[in-house]
């Protein structure tokens, strides 16, 4: 008996090491965010590049329902809020629950545990998703008082437009001034953005909104993901970032195909970046999703050959269509499934271990 025990220990011994019983979290998490962007807009930008993206490499794929506390079509400040936070809130709510009490974000978290943090959108970076990750306010209108916000943070990297609400402002704060007295790099070009690899960056690509990619503002997402994961990497305890493919949903207000699908591309190429990085370092989690669909686009006719796709829409506005979650790395298989969009928050914490 005691030497049947024995054996048992030592084959346990050897077939577990402790390290392997131990659930793998990644070391770092990236949220990737079309905005707006439902299985339609994702299916117009795979026809336009003639039947393949980036984005089926990929190897977990799941739903989410993205309402709101008080609305079945959720606009992007609660949604962003149910991922950075995971609670239901009100439409307009940027990181505060129901009763606009601040709730604590997924980047903050990171922060405090060392890691470093980053947000890229291609709008203003006081814009409702990137927001909700760094600032807490009752209403997403309140550019000025998001941008203070990010005052309060000791955030490495964000790229996006918004550069009058950290400059020009009503209470006559400069913010720009404040950041350069912060360390930070402040970069007013994308050939800025792509000389700086390390140290803080804060990078202003526009005063307000940054243009559509096909009005001027062209292949800057790109740029903008390697510039901020090369500065983020450098951490050796990781990071979290939240890149967000911001102005597929104003291709969706706008009821316009062909901006959709430039968007879409744009963003698929981001999201190439992304992937790339991630199968090198082999330690990060990245997930992509939308916060809502936007248009009730549909497709009604295409070519795989020519990538030429006719869109029709139902809406000029959100809808509340079930969400396609995607993920690659360790952690990615928790995003099986349909849930809540709270639950994004939930597993990205669990996945990297802060719960
Ligand atoms: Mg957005
Ligand atoms: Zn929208």
Same mark, same amino acid.
Request: hydrophobic content about 40%; charged content about 20%; glycine content about 10%.
């Given at each position: 008996? !005691?030497?049947?025990?024995?054996?048992c220990?030592?084959?346990?011994?050897?077939?577990?090491?402790?390290?392997?019983?131990?659930?793998?979290?990644?070391?770092?998490?990236?949220?990737?965010?079309?905005?707006?962007?439902?299985?339609?807009?994702?299916?117009a930008g795979?026809?336009?590049?003639?039947?393949?993206?980036?984005?089926?490499?990929?190897?977990?794929?799941?739903?989410?329902?993205?309402?709101?506390?008080?609305s079945?079509?959720?606009?992007?400040?609660?949604?962003?809020t149910?991922?950075?936070?995971?609670?239901?809130?009100?439409?307009?709510?940027?990181?505060?629950?129901?009763?606009?009490?601040?709730?604590?974000?997924?980047?903050?978290?990171a922060?405090? !545990?060392?890691?470093?943090?980053?947000?890229?959108?291609?709008?203003?970076?006081?814009?409702?998703?990137?927001?909700?990750?760094?600032?807490?306010?009752?209403?997403?209108?309140?550019?000025?008082?998001?941008?203070?916000?990010?005052?309060?943070?000791?955030i490495?990297?964000?790229?996006?437009?918004?550069?009058?609400?950290?400059?020009?402002?009503?209470?006559g704060?400069?913010?720009?001034d404040?950041l350069?007295?912060?360390?930070?790099?402040?970069?007013?070009?994308?050939?800025?953005?792509?000389?700086?690899?390390?140290?803080?960056?804060?990078?202003?690509?526009?005063?307000?909104?940054?243009?559509?990619?096909?009005?001027?503002?062209?292949?800057?997402?790109?740029?903008?993901?390697?510039t901020?994961?090369?500065?983020?990497?450098?951490?050796?305890?990781?990071?979290?970032?939240?890149?967000?493919?911001?102005?597929?949903?104003?291709?969706g207000?706008?009821?316009?195909?062909?901006?959709?699908?430039?968007?879409?591309?744009?963003?698929?190429?981001?999201?190439?970046?992304?992937?790339?990085?991630?199968?090198?370092?082999?330690?990060?989690?990245?997930?992509?999703?939308?916060?809502?669909?936007?248009?009730?686009?549909?497709?009604?006719?295409?070519?795989?050959?020519?990538?030429?796709?006719?869109?029709?829409?139902?809406?000029?506005?959100?809808?509340?269509?079930?969400?396609?979650?995607?993920a690659?790395?360790?952690?990615?298989?928790?995003?099986?499934?349909?849930y809540?969009?709270?639950?994004?928050?939930?597993?990205?914490?669990?996945a990297?271990?802060?719960?």
């Amino acid at each position: 008996m !005691k030497n049947i025990i024995i054996v048992c220990i030592l084959f346990f011994a050897l077939t577990e090491s402790p390290a392997q019983q131990k659930t793998k979290h990644p070391k770092n998490i990236i949220l990737m965010i079309g905005d707006g962007m439902g299985t339609a807009q994702i299916y117009a930008g795979l026809t336009a590049k003639k039947g393949t993206l980036n984005l089926e490499q990929c190897t977990a794929i799941g739903f989410h329902k993205s309402q709101s506390s008080d609305s079945y079509v959720t606009d992007s400040a609660a949604g962003a809020t149910a991922f950075a936070c995971g609670e239901k809130t009100y439409n307009g709510a940027i990181g505060v629950d129901v009763n606009k009490k601040a709730l604590p974000t997924i980047l903050e978290a990171a922060e405090k !545990k060392g890691l470093s943090t980053g947000l890229v959108a291609t709008c203003s970076i006081t814009h409702a998703t990137p927001a909700c990750f760094i600032s807490h306010q009752p209403s997403r209108s309140l550019d000025e008082a998001i941008a203070h916000d990010f005052m309060a943070t000791d955030i490495d990297v964000f790229i996006g437009g918004g550069r009058k609400f950290f400059e020009k402002r009503a209470d006559g704060k400069n913010l720009v001034d404040s950041l350069k007295a912060k360390n930070y790099q402040i970069a007013s070009s994308i050939q800025e953005v792509k000389n700086i690899n390390k140290g803080k960056l804060a990078a202003f690509l526009a005063d307000e909104q940054q243009p559509k990619f096909s009005d001027g503002r062209g292949d800057q997402l790109v740029p903008s993901t390697e510039t901020a994961l090369a500065i983020l990497s450098q951490n050796k305890k990781g990071f979290f970032a939240m890149i967000e493919g911001s102005q597929i949903d104003w291709g969706g207000h706008a009821n316009d195909t062909q901006y959709i699908i430039n968007e879409m591309v744009d963003f698929d190429n981001a999201i190439g970046k992304v992937l790339d990085f991630a199968k090198k370092d082999g330690n990060t989690l990245v997930i992509i999703t939308a916060d809502h669909e936007t248009g009730g686009f549909s497709l009604i006719n295409g070519n795989m050959k020519t990538g030429e796709v006719t869109g029709k829409f139902t809406t000029g506005d959100h809808t509340g269509v079930m969400i396609p979650v995607f993920a690659y790395g360790p952690g990615a298989e928790k995003f099986i499934g349909i849930y809540e969009n709270t639950a994004i928050y939930h597993k990205m914490m669990e996945a990297i271990g802060f719960k």
